[in-house]
């Protein structure tokens, strides 16, 4: 089978690596960031249109809504230069409004498009575990899901179009006051005099452990603010999920805080650096 994949960054590029066995189409803004691929054997397109041209399914994972709507919708999207019969898988954490706009006009030309937004951030990503969250035309999802398997461990279905989009809003929600809470109590036990990595390793396998504990205290400690998980690419996120729930007419104080203290962050550390530089900010503003 023929696979596109569309958008090689720091986790495209993984996901991307474990689609095995299958003849792999790759298309990136910047080829660089695609030559890992390519030296498997990977084939390089020149455009979007090219990947649409060449495979039955294709992967996108970009970076905010704008990019999506213009990789998907117009003349010069995947949907225009696609044909029927083919399926389209968006990665992006996007707008659920968007997906279901989408959808709808693939469905018009005979394409699925499922929106399948993951979590995992880089780790998740390099081992194949990540959790994928899932909405689109379910009958399309049953044909790929054994393709999906290949870069996740949990892959759930949630619903129509937006129904994954939404369901990686709630992830995010979550992240984002947890974020807050692991530095906070990572600057405490500092301030305290307390050994913070003992604190750490103790803490993290009683009822406060988590994802963000378990794999990013650590690199907070070291001073490793590479990224998983850039930044700004958070922000974007918590601001989708703020405008969902303004839709929803429902208040979520945690988020409210959450985004405007990483919006508070210089614009070097939201560009460059990973959604842990937050830890920073209790050091250098107490």
């Given at each position: 089978m023929n696979i596109g994949f569309i958008g090689t960054g720091v986790m495209g590029r993984s996901m991307a690596g474990h689609l095995k066995g299958h003849s792999l189409f790759v298309y990136n803004r910047t080829?660089?960031?695609?030559?890992?691929?390519?030296?498997?054997?990977?084939?390089?397109?020149?455009?979007?249109?090219?990947?649409?041209?060449?495979?039955?399914?294709?992967?996108?994972?970009?970076?905010?809504?704008?990019?999506v709507e213009a990789m998907y919708l117009g003349e010069t999207?995947?949907?225009?230069?696609?044909?029927?019969?083919?399926?389209?898988?968006?990665?992006?954490?996007?707008?659920?409004?968007?997906?279901?706009?989408?959808?709808?006009?693939?469905?018009?030309?005979?394409?699925?498009?499922?929106?399948?937004?993951?979590?995992g951030g880089d780790v998740g990503a390099k081992k194949g575990t990540l959790?994928?969250?899932?909405?689109?035309?379910?009958?399309?999802?049953?044909?790929?899901?054994?393709?999906?398997?290949?870069?996740?461990?949990s892959v759930q279905y949630f619903g129509p179009a937006g129904s994954g989009q939404?369901?990686?809003?709630?992830?995010?929600?979550?992240?984002?006051?947890?974020?807050?809470?692991?530095?906070?109590?990572?600057?405490?036990?500092?301030?305290?005099?307390?050994?913070?990595?003992?604190?750490?390793?103790?803490?993290?396998?009683?009822?406060?452990?988590?994802?963000?504990?378990s794999n990013l205290a650590p690199r907070m400690l070291n001073g490793d603010y590479q990224p998983g998980f850039y930044t700004h690419h958070f922000l974007k996120d918590m601001k989708i999920a703020l405008d969902e729930a303004a839709k929803l007419n429902i208040q979520l104080p945690g988020l409210e805080l959450a985004y405007q203290l990483y919006d508070e962050l210089t614009q070097e550390q939201k560009q460059t650096t990973g959604t842990h530089i937050i830890f920073e900010k209790y050091r250098g503003n107490n």
């Open positions: 080829k660089e960031k695609a030559e890992s691929l390519l030296t498997e054997g990977a084939v390089w397109c020149d455009s979007p249109q090219e990947v649409a041209a060449a495979c039955d399914i294709i992967f996108t994972m970009l970076g905010y809504p704008h990019d999207g995947l949907i225009h230069h696609g044909r029927a019969g083919q399926i389209l898988i968006d990665c992006t954490t996007s707008s659920p409004e968007l997906a279901g706009k989408i959808a709808r006009e693939a469905e018009d030309a005979g394409i699925a498009v499922i929106d399948a937004p993951v979590s959790s994928v969250m899932v909405g689109g035309d379910e009958q399309a999802f049953l044909k790929v899901k054994n393709i999906i398997d290949m870069f996740s461990s939404h369901t990686k809003m709630a992830n995010q929600i979550a992240i984002a006051s947890g974020m807050i809470g692991v530095a906070e109590s990572l600057y405490y036990a500092e301030q305290a005099g307390l050994d913070i990595e003992r604190v750490l390793e103790t803490i993290s396998k009683g009822a406060a452990g988590s994802w963000s504990l």
